[in-house]
């Protein structure tokens, strides 16, 4: 069996009616990175970049975030990398004096690209860097905990006079480099169409939308009945993004923890998602079960997946939608 999964690292990841779905990882390390390159992910959807600015005492430099980035870049061979920019806050303790110490509630304070803003010079740095790596393959910059279009705006702002600058020094760069933004925040998820034409790219992040959309913290094990993404708001929103997406021509991922779950895969398809990112280790279950689905008789059932009014209902969707046993 585990053989079996072994050989399906060089199999494309399309369902049995033919239709071709994209497996990206997520990593933040050297090692997830191989990984994904010898799984034959199609790129890496996340790179989370926090785990740089954790456990020391200086913050990297510009410097030192270009090498790392580079070499994520050079790593992949000219599949697209994405990496986000910070992703830290009180929730995520680091050393450096960078984040908040005492926030009554850090899920809902200065984290993500709220604190990058709140930091010009940090997210500079962070730009440049990336910048600069767009010049040794495919790159594009995933933004954190976005809320408002202000935010994005904001910093594509920066980016654009921060490639105008590397240019200006002779740096050889990318021509464009995408910018997409994480939908997490559920205010984004819902009010996508008044920024969907400022990002290039989507990428639901499950994790946090699920713990904003019921109002339970993602790490609070009194709640693990009520954290979860079976739930009729979560699966119309999801949905919904993923619908808008289509409907502008921008790309949509899911780059929670459900996009790792085998499990989940039926479901995922059936809401219409084309692009997963999901940790090397459950990679090639997830492509193993995509591979056993029929993507048409998954869209004609989604209409009973989006009726279902319960956790139990959409257990039970998922329970007949799964795949033959192979
Ligand atoms: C998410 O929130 O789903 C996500 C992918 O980001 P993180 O888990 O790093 O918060
Ligand atoms: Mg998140």
Redesign the pocket.
């Known amino acids: 069996e585990r053989k079996q999964l072994h050989r399906l690292r060089r199999e494309p990841t399309r369902t049995l009616d033919g239709a071709d779905i994209k497996l990206f990882a997520?990593a933040e390390s050297r090692e997830d990175v191989a990984e994904a390159h010898a799984l034959g992910a199609a790129g890496v959807g996340?790179y989370?970049t926090?785990f740089l600015f954790l456990q020391r005492n200086e913050l990297p430099d510009e410097e030192e975030q270009f090498r790392v980035y580079r070499d994520v870049v050079l790593g992949m061979t000219g599949r697209t990398v994405t990496i986000?920019t910070l992703?830290l806050g009180a929730d995520k303790a680091d050393r450096t004096g960078l984040a908040l110490r005492d926030e009554p509630n850090p899920a809902l304070g200065l984290r993500g690209v709220r604190l990058s803003l709140a930091r010009q010079g940090l997210m500079e740095a962070q730009l440049r860097a990336l910048v600069r790596a767009s010049g040794y393959g495919p790159l594009r910059i995933l933004l954190?905990m976005v809320s408002t279009r202000e935010e994005v705006r904001a910093v594509r702002t920066m980016l654009k006079r921060v490639t105008e600058e590397l240019r200006a020094q002779g740096c050889e760069i990318a021509d464009n480099v995408p910018l997409g933004a994480?939908i997490?925040v559920p205010a984004a998820a819902i009010a996508l169409p008044a920024f969907i034409g400022s990002v290039d790219f989507l990428?639901?992040?499950?994790?946090?939308?699920v713990?904003y959309l019921l109002a339970a913290d993602r790490n609070n094990e009194a709640l693990t009945s009520l954290y979860t993404p079976l739930h009729p708001a979560v699966l119309r929103l999801i949905r919904d993004v993923i619908r808008q997406g289509v409907k502008r021509g921008k790309p949509v991922a899911v780059?929670?923890?459900i996009a790792g779950d085998p499990h989940f895969a039926p479901m995922l398809l059936a809401l219409g998602l084309t692009e997963f990112s999901l940790h090397p280790a459950t990679l090639l279950e997830v492509r193993r079960t995509i591979r056993h689905c029929d993507l048409s008789r998954l869209q004609a059932n989604a209409p009973a997946l989006l009726r279902a009014r319960d956790r139990k209902a959409i257990e039970t969707w998922l329970h007949d939608n799964a795949p033959q046993p192979w």
Not at 203 to 209: A, E, K, Q, V, Y
Request: charged share 35%; glycine share 10%; net charge negative.
């Open positions: 997520n996340l989370r926090e986000r992703d954190p994480m997490e990428s639901i992040g499950t994790n946090d939308l713990q780059c929670g923890e």
